[in-house]
């Protein structure tokens, strides 16, 4: 076979990498942090006493989770300036990847909350605690305690998720592969060294996860 | 007399069905009131409304002198202590720290003190050993040990057990009922939904018969129970006697 | 400038028609793949076991978009023999549906109890008997209304497709787009016929879900597509 797997080939690429990888983990992390926050509000939504907000809240979720990624982040791109926003590709991508996201957080969020008992509320009422504390003391750290290992999951999801960025020409990490692939013709080498950027990052979620997990949940402290 | 607990007509409604219809009691300090009847009667929610887990919809409560109103519950709460069926032991706090939680959030109190007293307790309900662990390493009757020196440690005036015993396997009833005896003997007040009518006969100083939301008896429980002046308490009581 | 979008339908319908095509070849050859993945995972050598789990932790680590530009672009010039867009796609889908896929078998044949195992054993079936007549028939129970979140999940990843060059339903959507006056509407109808489709997958599998009172959509890791 006339194909010789050298990595010397792309040392002159290296540094766009670091640049490229920044911009995967930045845009990932922001997108974490955005549907957090929208997804708790659609979580939020979804708890509500108004059937019409229920529904709201229900059909995101249905639109995120049973429409491609890549048809929301073209959307959100090409969008704008048929309306007369003007978004760069990292903010269309940042907004379309956060949208997507939390319909994935919301439910997430929305099963954390369902597995606090009723009667955790009602001791912490009887307890005299107020709305504020009973969430600080008593409903949260029992939702974190819930959600963590999905959230973990949906973190890594967002970082693969956010390869689609470069359909819509932001210089991440994908398209860092394909732009030197296609310079260099070194497809192999680019496709491996993508891979461990990806799966360094995912690992390093995994395992961060894990030694969290274990230092913030001592055993037997599960729910009952 | 000095009356701790005053119910005055009070109603509360489901939606259209009246779970307690019009109830008026009295309760002083140092009486021990065992409430019986069917299940559905209204027992239980009228603990609940003391303390403001359910609103009333007719009538007062006063609780040492003040209304139970939306704006004072915060207040009554310090001062009730509350025991449920199902414990309701918060699963990511250690026993002890299931003690301390509300005496230091909502009493602000230092912890030193109020790991004294958390200590105290557990001695008192005889769960020294089990200080560490956490509620799903616990068995029930452990668990509602627990949950009474939960209630204790906020120093409450009033204690409310709604069917404290009802959750639990049979081989742990007694180690609960037996510490609900121990503070039965230091003068405390207390409200007991219950199905134990040997405990109502034995530890209640007063028992109240409840059914279809009415309080249809209200007396000495060895006398009510000898001899029910009413044909509805005396079909209850011969029911879970025998 | 006005536009007769009707007439553009049979051509999205064609399309529409495509991208199902690709994604349940994608599916299908995953699903194999991945029962074959799980039965390593469960193998009696530990080797086996580890390079099963490196199998899965490798596919649910990469992007699969980056697989479908290696299998595009990489693999002709490693091989040097030609691949369509066409199986380019459906060998990246493929391999990322076989390692979800694997761990949904996985979980299945775990379900079954180990004395069903030995029940089996005992009256004389052989290891594959056992699968075919005992084991397989209690587990599909369990793996097929994940297998339904999975081929959801493959029918949106199905769309990356697109930028390597083949004409599914989102390129057939963005050539639409581009020969007439470039609005998003094109890109509007597109989201609109996914999630029609991807909707009424999910229905067709919550009845399975209720038909077979087990189970659960399977959409953590790497679901997002």
Request: net charge positive.
């Given at each position: 076979m006339g194909y010789t797997f050298t990595l010397r080939t792309i040392y002159p690429y290296l540094g766009t990498l670091w640049q490229a990888a920044g911009l995967t983990l930045a845009l990932s992390l922001l997108a974490i942090v955005i549907s957090i926050v929208l997804g708790a509000g659609i979580a939020i939504l979804r708890r509500s006493h108004s059937r019409l907000l229920r529904f709201i809240g229900a059909a995101y979720v249905e639109v995120m989770r049973n429409t491609p990624l890549l048809v929301i982040l073209y959307i959100v791109y090409f969008a704008g300036p048929s309306i007369g926003i003007r978004l760069s590709s990292f903010n269309a991508a940042l907004i379309g990847l956060s949208l997507n996201s939390a319909g994935y957080m919301a439910e997430i969020l929305r099963a954390g909350l369902i597995a606090v008992a009723p009667g955790?509320?009602?001791?912490?009422?009887?307890?005299?605690?107020?709305a504020l504390q009973t969430f600080r003391y008593v409903v949260f750290p029992?939702?974190?305690?819930?959600?963590?290992?999905?959230?973990?999951?949906?973190?890594?999801?967002?970082?693969?998720a956010s390869s689609l960025a470069s359909a819509i020409a932001v210089d991440e990490v994908a398209s860092w592969m394909e732009t030197v692939g296609s310079t260099s013709f070194r497809f192999f080498e680019t496709f491996v060294v993508a891979a461990i950027v990806y799966l360094v990052l995912c690992q390093a979620v995994n395992l961060g996860r894990l030694g969290i997990g274990r230092m913030l949940f001592r055993q037997g402290a599960v729910a009952r | 007399m000095n009356p701790v607990l005053q119910?005055?007509?009070?109603?509360?409604?489901?939606?259209?069905?009246?779970?307690l219809d019009t109830v008026s009691m009295t309760v002083n300090a140092g009486e021990i009131v065992c409430f019986v009847g069917?299940?559905?009667?209204?027992?239980?929610?009228?603990?609940?409304?003391?303390?403001?887990?359910?609103?009333?919809?007719?009538?007062?409560?006063?609780?040492?002198?003040?209304?139970?109103?939306?704006?004072?519950?915060?207040?009554?709460?310090?001062?009730?202590?509350?025991i449920f069926q199902h414990f309701n032991l918060y699963p990511h706090l250690t026993a002890l720290q299931n003690v301390m939680l509300a005496p230091m959030v909502v009493h602000k109190e230092a912890k030193k003190t109020v790991e004294e007293r958390a200590r105290a307790l557990f001695e008192k309900v005889r769960l020294s050993h089990r200080i560490n662990a956490y509620p799903s390493q616990l068995s029930g009757?452990?668990?509602?040990?627990?949950?009474?020196?939960?209630?204790?440690?906020?120093?409450?005036?009033?204690?409310?057990?709604?069917?404290?015993?009802?959750?639990?396997?049979?081989?742990?009833?007694?180690?609960?009922?037996?510490?609900?005896?121990?503070?039965?003997?230091?003068?405390?007040?207390?409200?007991?939904?219950?199905?134990?009518i040997r405990f109502a006969a034995d530890v209640g100083t007063r028992m109240v018969f409840m059914d279809q939301g009415k309080i249809v008896e209200d007396g000495d429980p060895r006398a009510m129970i000898a001899a029910p002046k009413t044909e509805r308490a005396r079909q209850f009581l011969s029911s879970i006697h025998g | 400038m006005t536009v007769d979008w009707l007439a553009y339908a049979p051509l999205i319908l064609r399309a529409?028609?495509?991208?199902?095509?690709?994604?349940?070849?994608?599916?299908?050859v995953g699903a194999v793949g991945g029962t074959g993945i799980a039965l390593l995972r469960l193998s009696r050598w530990r080797i086996l076991r580890l390079l099963a789990l490196v199998y899965t932790e490798f596919w649910r680590s990469v992007p699969i978009l980056i697989v479908m530009f290696f299998c595009y672009f990489g693999v002709p010039l490693v091989l040097g023999i030609d691949i369509s867009p066409f199986t380019a796609a459906t060998v990246a889908l493929a391999l990322h549906a076989s390692s979800t896929m694997s761990e949904v078998v996985r979980a299945g044949i775990q379900s079954v109890g180990r004395g069903q195992w030995e029940a089996a054993q005992a009256a004389g079936l052989t290891p594959i008997q056992t699968m075919r007549y005992v084991i397989a028939p209690q587990a599909i129970r369990v793996v097929l209304p994940p297998s339904v979140g999975v081929f959801i999940t493959t029918l949106k990843e199905s769309s990356l497709a697109s930028i390597i060059g083949y004409i599914e339903l989102t390129k057939t959507g963005l050539l639409i787009r581009d020969s007439t006056d470039g609005g998003f509407i094109p890109l509007l109808a597109l989201a609109v016929i996914y999630f029609l489709i991807n909707y009424a997958i999910s229905l067709g599998g919550g009845a399975l879900e209720r038909r077979f009172h087990i189970g659960r959509r399977l959409d953590t890791v790497g679901a997002m597509a």
């Open positions: 955790q509320f009602e001791a912490a009422h009887a307890q005299g605690l107020t029992q939702v974190f305690r819930t959600i963590y290992a999905p959230l973990g999951n949906q973190v890594i999801a967002v970082i693969l | 119910l005055d007509s009070i109603v509360k409604r489901f939606g259209s069905r009246t779970i069917p299940s559905g009667t209204g027992k239980s929610t009228l603990l609940r409304c003391v303390n403001g887990l359910e609103q009333i919809q007719g009538g007062q409560i006063s609780f040492e002198g003040t209304a139970v109103l939306p704006r004072s519950i915060g207040a009554v709460r310090k001062r009730v202590g509350m009757g452990e668990q509602q040990r627990v949950a009474i020196a939960r209630a204790l440690c906020a120093q409450p005036h009033l204690l409310m057990f709604d069917e404290p015993t009802s959750a639990l396997d049979p081989e742990t009833v007694g180690d609960v009922l037996g510490v609900m005896r121990d503070l039965a003997k230091e003068g405390r007040t207390m409200l007991v939904v219950t199905h134990e | 529409a028609g495509i991208t199902l095509w690709l994604s349940w070849l994608g599916m299908l």
